[in-house]
């Protein structure tokens, strides 16, 4: 009987693909510490459910109830609920695994079904009236690890290392939250086939570690957002006093664009303790860069870590 289990999974942080993976299409995600936490202990009375109950992990909870009422369970959120970084599916994948974990006690080398946890997720994220569902993307990301391609409509789940010697980069908090899935449900119907186009020549260039066309595709990318309206005012205002020589690429990342700033520098030119003081006379918070790319989702509960598996296919340009 486990009596005492700690779990972690990294943030997030979109490269490209917002929107695009509404539609089940690719997104390119970086999975960066500081990682979230989740500490479990079981105890001999019944516990509440620690989580808001009609978010997706409370709604878990209160699913398999049976369970995970034996447990004192702790989330520890290291953003201390800044918006970008996917607290929310942090939340659920975590507790999705100390279920599994409970559920198969005897069993140390575990795997997760990211196409059942997307699914289960989904069904559990959505409002019933959204247009679209939540992508799930970032699920998917975080329980891999890494920098990671995800093509819900085609299947495709790829791990990569960053390719790119030459360039570094770095994620900021803006302070600015927008609230996802209130977002999501005033959304019209978009034509994302030109995003798309887009984020196949961002993936083409990630592949072959074009430096110069990964750069130019990022910052296009972001141009289409824009002109299809669906990047805040104070992102572009942040993102035009964040520009100067050795900047290559920038954007915002996730709902709006509003959350993160992704910025993409030479680093023959710039490093990230310049760009984190430039940041914070504009109040940005340098949060993660290029070393901070974590692994995915993993557990402890005998003084050794254990990596939670997913199929996923490893690339290395």
Request: aromatic fraction near 10%; include cysteine; proline fraction near 3%.
């Amino acid at each position: 009987m486990i009596g005492h289990v700690e779990l972690t999974v990294p943030g997030k942080a979109f490269f490209a693909g917002e929107y695009l993976a509404m539609t089940g299409g690719p997104a390119l995600v970086a999975t960066v510490g500081p990682r979230f936490k989740m500490i479990a202990e079981r105890t001999s009375g019944l516990n509440q459910n620690p989580f808001h109950e009609l978010s997706p992990a409370g709604k878990f909870w209160i699913e398999n109830k049976n369970r995970l009422q034996n447990y004192n369970i702790e989330f520890i959120d290291p953003h201390q609920g800044a918006g970008g970084w996917g607290g929310s599916t942090a939340e659920f994948a975590l507790l999705s695994a100390l279920d599994q974990i409970v559920h198969y006690q005897e069993s140390d080398q575990l795997l997760i079904d990211h196409r059942h946890l997307l699914m289960e997720y989904q069904r559990l994220a959505w409002d019933g009236q959204s247009i679209y569902k939540p992508s799930g993307s970032d699920l998917v990301s975080q329980i891999t690890g890494g920098l990671v391609y995800f093509d819900r409509n085609n299947g495709k789940l790829e791990k990569f290392n960053w390719p790119f010697e030459k360039l570094g980069f770095c994620f900021f908090q803006t302070g600015i939250k927008i609230k996802t899935h209130e977002h999501l449900q005033g959304l019209r119907e978009l034509n994302t086939e030109p995003l798309h186009e887009l984020m196949n020549q961002v993936i083409s260039s990630l592949k072959s570690a074009n430096e110069t066309d990964f750069c130019s595709n990022i910052n296009l990318y972001w141009k289409k957002l824009e002109e299809l309206g669906l990047t805040a005012q104070s992102t572009q205002e942040l993102l035009g006093q964040m520009k100067r020589d050795g900047v290559m690429a920038m954007k915002g990342c996730g709902a709006l664009g509003a959350d993160v700033i992704l910025i993409i520098y030479d680093k023959t030119k710039l490093n990230s303790q310049e760009l984190s003081a430039i940041g914070q006379e504009h109040g940005l918070n340098l949060k993660a860069t290029d070393l901070d790319l974590a692994r995915g989702i993993s557990y402890q509960f005998d003084e050794y870590d254990h990596q939670i598996g997913c199929s996923v296919t490893e690339s290395r340009p």
